[in-house]
């Protein structure tokens, strides 16, 4: 099993940015792709970006152009840099692990836009 804790939430204002964070431990070594989700209150989780253990990315269309989705192995770390955020972008967001066993998610940290 892969622990994942997420950090770098808060309140900002409408164009501003943030950069989340995302440590994995555990059973890194079996760690196929990381990714974020958010879930607004009231809708479904969606997929915001991913990356895989090759680098490939993959970025929701909403976010595209504003997100960037990175990676530092030495650190074990996930990163989520947002920037041009908008209120839509309001939302806990979880961090994930896909392993040949499964999948493992952070306990979110809460972003919320102002307008």
């Known amino acids: 099993q892969v622990q994942l804790v997420e950090s770098g939430g808060g309140l900002v204002q409408a164009g501003g940015s943030l950069r989340l964070s995302c440590v994995a431990s555990?059973?890194?070594?079996?760690?196929?792709?990381m990714g974020w989700y958010r879930q607004a209150p009231g809708k479904q989780r969606e997929l915001v970006a991913a990356?895989?253990?090759?680098?490939?990315?993959n970025y929701a269309d909403s976010v595209k152009g504003r997100f960037t989705i990175s990676r530092d192995n030495a650190k074990n770390t996930v990163y989520l840099q947002m920037n041009s955020l908008k209120p839509d972008d309001t939302a806990v967001y979880y961090c994930n692990a896909i392993t040949g066993l499964g999948i493992d998610w952070g306990q979110g940290t809460q972003v919320t836009v102002s307008s």
């Open positions: 990356i895989t253990i090759g680098g490939i990315t």
């Open positions: 555990g059973r890194i070594f079996s760690i196929n792709a």
